[in-house]
C-alpha cells in the first residue's frame, strides 16, 4: 500500500501539562483541532502510525547521537516525564516491529538511519498520541530526527529522508499514516519560553502547504536561531513530511500562538488525495 | 567547564528512576563518578537551576531536573532569567547568543 494520511501538529509538552494556566478558548480550540486530525487519521484505516519526531535529550544524547533513528521495538513506555508534570499517565504503546524492520530496510538503500529496539516516549510523542490513538491501539513506529544537539542534519537530507521514507511505504502492503511533529518558531524551556514570531511561522507554513521544496530548504540554521529560536530546528519534521508527500498541496487547519504552551500551535493536513 | 559531563548527569538523572534515587539519597556518591568542576558542583547540589541555565545546560534536559527539584513552571523560567540578571549571558553551548529577554 503506501502512505493513508500524513499531516503535522505540535508537541509543547505545555499543551496537556500546562492546560490549566492556558485560556479556555486556546485550549478547546486547539483540542478539537487535535481532535479533527484523530478523526482524519482513523477514517484512513491505518495499520500503523508512523511518527516523526525531535525528540529532547530522552533517549538520544551527545554520547551517540543518530542523525535519524526508526524504533523497531514491540512496545514503548512513555512518557519519561514525570506524568503529572505531562498531565499524560504512563502508558505501554504498541510497536510493529515487522514493519519496521522492513521499513528501515528499505529505507537504507537511501538514507543512512539508526534503529532502536528501545525508545522511551518524550512529550515530543506522547502529546501528539495523548490526541491521536488516546486508546493507544494503533501500532507506532517512533522516528526521530536530532534537532536538538547540534551539529544537526541538513534539511535538504530531512527532504531526502522523507523521500526515502515515502517509497519504502510505498513497498509495503500495509497502510500507513505519517505525522511529523514538531515547533515552528518557539524557544522552549528558556527565559525566552513563550516567545513566538508569528510572521516567520506564517511564511514557513504559506512554504510547507505548498510543498514548495525549493523555498523549505532556503533557511540557514544561523537564520533559523535567530528569527525561530532553537526550536525551530524542529521544522526538520515538517520538511520530512513534505519530503514524504513531495508533489502535494496540504491544509493548515490550525495555528494560533499560544505563548503559555511555548509554541505557534499547528495542525496540519497533506491532500493526499491529489498525489501522482 | 566540563558541560558535556554536567548534561549527561542530568540526562541520566531525568531517564534513570534508581539514578534518581540514589542521587537524592546521597548526591556526593553519584556525583563523584561525573568529572564536574566546583562551580557545575555546586550549582547541581544547591540546586541553582538559574546557574545550571548560565552554564550552557540545554533547557530541554535543564527543565525536568528543575521539576525534580520542585519548581513549578514559572519559578523555573523566573530562576533563568535572574541568573541572566546576576550573572550575564550563557557561557556555553546551545543558547550563547541568546537575549534572554522572554515574551512572558
Known sequence: MSLVFAGVCSHGPGITGRKAMADSDDVSSLYAAMDGMRQAIEASRPDALVVIAAEHFANFFMNNMPAYCIGMGEEYEGPIEDPAWLGIPRTQVPGAPDLSRRLIEHTLQEVDVAYAQEWKFDHGIMVPLHFLTPRYDLPIIPVNINCQGPPITPLHRAWAFGQALRRACDAVPERIALVGTGGISHWPATPDSGKINEAWDRDFLERWARNDRERLLEYTDEQTYFEAGQGGFEIRTFIAVSGATEGCSATVHYYRPIPIFAVGCTVGIVNLAGQS | ?104
Open chain 2, 1 to 104: 567547564m566540563s558541560l558535556y559531563y554536567l548534561q549527561k548527569l542530568l540526562y541520566q538523572l531525568n531517564r534513570e528512576p534508581e539514578l534518581q534515587q540514589a542521587f537524592f539519597a546521597d548526591r556526593d556518591q553519584v556525583l563523584a563518578k561525573y568529572k564536574l568542576d566546583a562551580e557545575e558542583l555546586a550549582a547541581v547540589k544547591k540546586p541553582d537551576i538559574g546557574m545550571l541555565y548560565i552554564l550552557g545546560v540545554n533547557g530541554q534536559i535543564l527543565m525536568h531536573y528543575a521539576a525534580m527539584c520542585g519548581y513549578a513552571w514559572p519559578e523555573y523560567i523566573q530562576a533563568m532569567r535572574d541568573a541572566l540578571a546576576e550573572h550575564g549571558n550563557v557561557r556555553a553551548g546551545l543558547y550563547v547568543t541568546t537575549d534572554g529577554k522572554g515574551a512572558i
